[in-house]
T-cell receptor, first 110, second 114 residues
Framework: AQRVTQPEKLLSVFKGAPVELKCNYS??????LFWYVQYSRQRLQLLLR??SRESIKGFTADLNKGETSFHLKKPFAQEEDSAMYYC????????????FGQGTTLQVKP | EPEVTQTPSHQVTQMGQEVILRCVPI?????FYWYRQILGQKVEFLVS????????KSEIFDDQFSVERPDGSNFTLKIRSTKLEDSAMYFC????????????FGSGTRLTVV
């Protein structure tokens, strides 16, 4: 089965602290994974995708096939990072379907 | 930056009524999608649409749901006879490729069935 798991509903950190939002997936073959972010009252926005190995707003995510993980990290959290973060897996059906995790709310306290 | 536009932002309807949710995808995108998010739950795939036909639909997308791209710009989701459990946020998305580059999402329509 193709599945994405985000084990934490809420992650609360202080400004300047490191952040790691966990994502695990279940997929046979080579997965294509994404992180989307939803700031308060705004639309879902693509944050990054693993194939481009980019860093956006200081966030990075590395695909670990051995642990089937794609955790999102940032060394120093900022208050403006407070948002809902979704990990998503591109389904294998070639239709572009995305399978989302439950989402993690990141709360960065001053 | 181009946007996916959804209207209305909030729709309240009586159970059993038909609703049409509208979306204007980004103009040169070829793939179109509807997702929904029931309050407190995860974002769930409903349907993907390419080349003027449904390319995949989920179990949620039963006979009461339909999609249409009537004029080459709008992309609509129709729910024929709404139920209370259809209350959710409905997101439209579009992409140039089949998702590999990621989507552009609309801001959503909050549907409340009473």
């Amino acid at each position: 089965a193709q599945r994405v798991t985000q084990p934490e509903k809420l992650l609360s950190v202080f400004k300047g602290a490191p952040v790691e939002l966990k994502c695990n997936y279940s997929y046979s073959g080579s997965p294509e994974l994404f992180w989307y972010v939803q700031y308060s009252r705004q639309r879902l926005q693509l944050l990054l995708r693993h194939i481009s190995r980019e860093s956006i707003k200081g966030f990075t995510a590395d695909l670990n096939k051995g642990e089937t993980s794609f955790h999102l990290k940032k060394p120093f959290a900022q208050e403006e990072d407070s948002a809902m973060y979704y990990c998503a897996l591109l389904g294998s059906s070639n239709t572009g379907k995305l399978i989302f995790g439950q989402g993690t709310t990141l709360q960065v306290k001053p | 930056e181009p946007e996916v536009t959804q209207t209305p932002s909030h729709q309240v309807t009586q159970m059993g009524q038909e609703v049409i949710l509208r979306c204007v995808p980004i103009s040169n995108h070829l793939y179109f999608y509807w997702y929904r998010q029931i309050l407190g739950q995860k974002v769930e795939f409903l349907v993907s649409f390419y080349n003027n036909e449904i390319s995949e639909k989920s179990e949620i997308f039963d006979d009461q749901f339909s999609v249409e791209r009537p004029d080459g710009s709008n992309f609509t989701l129709k729910i024929r006879s709404t139920k209370l459990e259809d209350s959710a946020m409905y997101f439209c998305a579009s992409s140039w490729t089949g998702g590999e580059g990621g989507y552009t999402f609309g801001s959503g329509t909050r549907l409340t069935v009473v």
